[in-house]
């Protein structure tokens, strides 16, 4: 919890402020009562009507002052609060944005939206509440029974019988509930997994027709949230009945007592009409507590996501004294063993060695799940290898600054991602001063530009969230143009042009071959015909590098290109 309040050093002015707001409130809201036994013994009782009217001028002053303050206080409350909310989002938002691969994978992405966007708002509308009743509840409360003793004497002892039980069963119902609110926000994160999953796959679903078995599994998930949800409120359900139980006793003893002193004449009208209204401000301010510490126990549960979140650290941390520039496009795997969990079993890669020299052309080829992939991805230290090193001209990928390092090896994802934008928005992602020359030249290195050009708007043609507006091939050949702007040393084109025809698949080779000669390529691809005229091909099966060479050599002597070869070749002639 102290870790949040550092984020409120925007705002201290209203979080400083909402507390004398709160304490001025509860002053005039106390000296009410006060008035108005003076107003009941010495004005009523005795009939002197001039008392009568400036006491009840006085306490419409005094209830008008409170209200100001009490308006006041909400409105500080309110700003604070928001600010609060605003730095907690940008913080995690920053936070995320340090985070490796490895980092996002812990988390998933549908958890980090649920802490970003739902957690946050707890946190905010705790706050708000909080900041105003948890300053004004224990004022009220200690004020009331303070005057009530003052007015009373040992009648005020019945505050100090009821409040410490009532405190106890406050505490015990709420440590009940937060184990399975904390349960909840878990079953709230699988739900939004599921509706993102649903919402990303709708075209295939409908394609499969399984909209009933989607919904029954939503349905189930539902109910998991639903059924944790029903357990946090079992114990909630016994505050309010706490609560009026406590007040029923309490007006019971206060009235016991309090006709016997007055028969006794211990007691005047006035200072019973006093404890009478102290006894209500003492039960409101135990009311508003009980509601400070039910936000309290959903709050924490948020906070304690939301430090997860701002404590998790980055798997892949800079050198303190990074290399700054890299100077050529050679690359080099020296001993490389790989696994994306420091507790699994088996390596993804395992003894890698091989070395590229800079302008290169190198083709990687294999079955499912032999770390093509992953292999490429150690390149630009989106992962970090478990064992040994990965150089990039000369140096240990380690050495470098992260920027310097992912700005002279750009990968093209096998997903390729376009945001919302215009085409020249999307292109700039790449370089962000780059001229409409420049996007131009690299939109023709990707065969992008034919029909970026007869597109309506040209560079200033909107895309959709996703790029869901252009086609399969057209949103990768973009991609790859947003790659080529930045003009790196190591251009790695992950299964990237698989939706283009095999004639602009050779198109896109055959320019960056001729058009960017010092550029080193690495292409991924499980067809052969987008990789045969390679400098190198890297043949990759479970165990690691299987064969390297270029296609005549590997055609003669590896079993496997062999086969796949022909195989493609046939498939293609027919």
Same mark, same amino acid.
Request: net charge neutral; with cysteine.
């Given at each position: 919890?102290?870790?949040?309040f550092?984020?409120?050093?925007t705002?201290?002015?209203?979080?400083?402020?909402?507390?004398?707001?709160?304490?001025?409130?509860?002053?005039?809201?106390?000296l009410?009562?006060?008035?108005?036994? *003076?107003?009941?013994?010495?004005?009523?009782?005795?009939?002197?009507?001039?008392?009568?009217?400036?006491?009840?001028?006085?306490?419409?002053?005094?209830?008008?002052?409170?209200?100001?303050?009490?308006?006041?206080?909400?409105?500080?409350?309110?700003?604070?609060?928001?600010?609060?909310?605003?730095?907690?989002?940008?913080?995690? !938002? =920053?936070?995320?944005?340090? !985070?490796?691969?490895?980092?996002?994978?812990?988390?998933?992405?549908?958890?980090?939206?649920?802490?970003?966007?739902?957690?946050?708002?707890?946190?905010?509308?705790?706050?708000?509440?909080?900041?105003r009743?948890?300053?004004?509840?224990?004022m009220?409360?200690?004020?009331?029974?303070?005057?009530?003793?003052?007015?009373?004497?040992?009648?005020?002892?019945?505050?100090?019988?009821?409040?410490?039980?009532?405190?106890?069963?406050?505490?015990?119902?709420?440590?009940?509930?937060?184990?399975?609110?904390?349960?909840?926000?878990?079953?709230?994160?699988?739900?939004? &997994?599921?509706?993102?999953?649903?919402?990303?796959?709708?075209?295939?679903?409908?394609?499969?027709?399984?909209?009933? !078995?989607?919904?029954?599994?939503?349905?189930?998930?539902?109910r998991d949230?639903?059924?944790?949800?029903?357990?946090a =409120?079992?114990?909630?359900?016994?505050?309010?009945?706490?609560?009026?139980?406590?007040?029923?006793?309490?007006?019971?003893?206060?009235?016991?007592?309090?006709?016997?002193?007055m028969?006794?004449?211990?007691?005047?009208?006035?200072?019973?009409?006093?404890?009478?209204?102290?006894?209500?401000?003492?039960?409101?301010?135990?009311?508003?507590?009980?509601?400070?510490? &039910?936000?309290?126990?959903?709050?924490?549960?948020?906070?304690?996501?939301?430090?997860?979140?701002?404590?998790?650290? $980055?798997?892949?941390?800079?050198?303190?004294? $990074?290399?700054?520039?890299?100077?050529?496009?050679?690359?080099?795997?020296?001993?490389?063993?790989?696994?994306?969990?420091s507790?699994? =079993?088996?390596?993804? &890669? *395992?003894?890698?060695?091989?070395?590229? $020299?800079?302008?290169?052309?190198?083709?990687?080829?294999g079955?499912?799940?032999?770390?093509k992939?992953?292999?490429?991805?150690?390149?630009?230290?989106?992962?970090?290898?478990?064992?040994? *090193?990965?150089?990039?001209?000369?140096?240990?990928?380690?050495?470098?600054?992260?920027?310097?390092?992912?700005?002279?090896?750009?990968t093209?994802?096998?997903?390729?991602?376009?945001?919302?934008?215009?085409?020249?928005?999307?292109?700039?992602?790449?370089?962000?001063?780059?001229?409409?020359?420049?996007?131009?030249?690299?939109?023709?290195?990707?065969?992008?530009?034919?029909?970026?050009?007869?597109?309506h708007?040209g560079?200033?043609t909107?895309?959709?969230?996703?790029?869901?507006?252009v086609?399969?091939?057209?949103?990768?050949?973009?991609?790859i143009?947003?790659?080529?702007?930045?003009? $790196?040393?190591?251009?790695?084109?992950?299964?990237?042009?698989?939706?283009?025809?095999?004639?602009?698949?050779? &198109?896109?080779?055959?320019?960056?071959?001729?058009?960017?000669?010092?550029?080193?390529?690495?292409?991924?691809?499980q067809?052969?015909?987008?990789?045969?005229?390679?400098?190198?091909?890297?043949?990759?099966?479970?165990?690691?590098?299987?064969?390297?060479?270029?296609?005549?050599?590997?055609?003669?002597?590896?079993?496997?290109?062999?086969?796949?070869?022909?195989?493609?070749?046939?498939?293609?002639?027919?």
């Amino acid at each position: 919890m102290k870790q949040i309040f550092k984020y409120l050093n925007t705002c201290k002015k209203e979080t400083i402020l909402t507390p004398i707001f709160v304490l001025l409130e509860v002053i005039f809201e106390i000296l009410i009562p006060i008035l108005m036994g *003076k107003m009941i013994d010495d004005g009523i009782k005795l009939g002197d009507i001039t008392l009568v009217y400036r006491y009840g001028a006085l306490m419409i002053v005094f209830a008008f002052l409170s209200l100001v303050f009490g308006v006041l206080a909400t409105k500080t409350a309110s700003t604070a609060a928001s600010q609060l909310a605003r730095n907690l989002r940008k913080a995690q !938002y =920053e936070k995320i944005q340090t !985070y490796s691969f490895e980092n996002i994978d812990h988390f998933q992405t549908s958890s980090l939206i649920t802490r970003m966007t739902m957690d946050v708002n707890m946190v905010q509308q705790a706050f708000q509440m909080n900041i105003r009743i948890a300053f004004r509840a224990p004022m009220l409360l200690v004020f009331s029974i303070v005057s009530a003793a003052f007015v009373g004497g040992k009648i005020a002892l019945v505050f100090v019988t009821i409040i410490p039980i009532l405190g106890f069963g406050l505490w015990f119902i709420m440590s009940r509930a937060h184990k399975h609110f904390m349960k909840m926000f878990k079953k709230v994160d699988n739900l939004n &997994l599921k509706v993102q999953e649903d919402l990303a796959g709708i075209r295939t679903i409908k394609s499969y027709v399984r909209e009933e !078995y989607e919904n029954k599994e939503f349905e189930e998930i539902s109910r998991d949230v639903s059924e944790n949800s029903k357990r946090a =409120e079992k114990w909630i359900i016994f505050n309010n009945p706490l609560m009026q139980f406590s007040i029923a006793v309490c007006f019971v003893l206060i009235s016991w007592f309090g006709a016997k002193a007055m028969v006794n004449n211990t007691l005047t009208d006035g200072a019973f009409s006093n404890i009478i209204i102290y006894v209500m401000q003492v039960l409101v301010s135990l009311m508003m507590l009980s509601q400070v510490f &039910l936000m309290l126990v959903i709050s924490r549960a948020s906070v304690e996501r939301i430090t997860e979140v701002l404590n998790e650290v $980055p798997s892949i941390k800079e050198s303190k004294n $990074p290399i700054k520039e890299i100077k050529s496009g050679a690359f080099e795997f020296i001993n490389v063993d790989f696994k994306y969990n420091s507790n699994d =079993e088996k390596d993804i &890669l *395992k003894n890698i060695n091989f070395s590229i $020299p800079s302008g290169a052309f190198v083709g990687i080829f294999g079955g499912t799940g032999t770390g093509k992939t992953s292999l490429v991805q150690l390149i630009s230290r989106l992962y970090d290898v478990s064992d040994g *090193k990965v150089l990039v001209d000369g140096n240990d990928v380690r050495d470098y600054d992260l920027n310097v390092l992912r700005e002279n090896v750009v990968t093209v994802l096998q997903k390729n991602v376009l945001f919302s934008g215009t085409i020249r928005d999307n292109i700039k992602w790449g370089k962000e001063d780059a001229t409409d020359e420049e996007i131009i030249d690299a939109l023709k290195k990707s065969q992008a530009y034919e029909f970026v050009s007869q597109m309506h708007d040209g560079l200033d043609t909107w895309i959709d969230q996703g790029g869901v507006n252009v086609s399969g091939g057209q949103r990768q050949r973009l991609c790859i143009a947003r790659a080529l702007i930045s003009n $790196p040393k190591i251009l790695i084109l992950d299964d990237s042009t698989s939706a283009v025809d095999t004639k602009t698949d050779a &198109l896109i080779r055959d320019s960056l071959k001729n058009e960017s000669p010092l550029m080193t390529k690495v292409v991924v691809s499980q067809r052969l015909s987008s990789i045969e005229d390679a400098d190198y091909i890297i043949i990759l099966d479970e165990n690691g590098i299987n064969a390297i060479g270029n296609h005549e050599t590997l055609f003669k002597e590896n079993q496997i290109y062999h086969d796949v070869y022909i195989t493609q070749k046939r498939g293609k002639e027919e």
